[in-house]
């Protein structure tokens, strides 16, 4: 499976940015899709993940501003971003797995996002 994401950027606080992230290869087994996110000294953790199209997980530190979907179609996973704060600013990866509750072996190369004060 491989993972290619797009969308990040530099952005001022309170704006907006939508990652996306387009899975191509053996994705027959691939059922969840998440977002997650590491800052420079940080673990990387978890932002938000989706089971099929329907059923959503998401950090507490971003429900409400963030929002994640999926179109099974086109095998793409997208997260829109609101109300950006500085400490969003992270470098973003997309994981594609089977099961829900570790990560799957899938990444995508990470892409920056900057949110400016």
């Known amino acids: 499976v491989q993972l290619v994401e797009s969308g990040g950027g530099l952005v001022k606080a309170g704006g907006s940015l939508r990652l996306s992230c387009a899975a191509s290869?053996?994705?027959?087994?691939?059922?969840?899709m998440g977002w997650y996110r590491q800052a420079p000294g940080k673990q990387r953790e978890l932002v938000a993940h989706v089971r099929g199209s329907v059923t959503t997980n998401y950090a507490d530190s971003v429900r409400g501003r963030f929002t994640i979907s999926r179109d099974n179609a086109k095998n793409t996973v997208y997260l829109q971003m609101n109300s950006l704060r500085p400490e969003d600013t992270a470098v973003y990866y997309c994981n594609a797995a089977n099961n829900w509750f570790l990560p799957g072996n899938y990444w995508g190369q990470g892409t920056q996002v900057t949110v400016s004060s």
């Open positions: 290869g053996s994705t027959v087994s691939i059922n969840v």
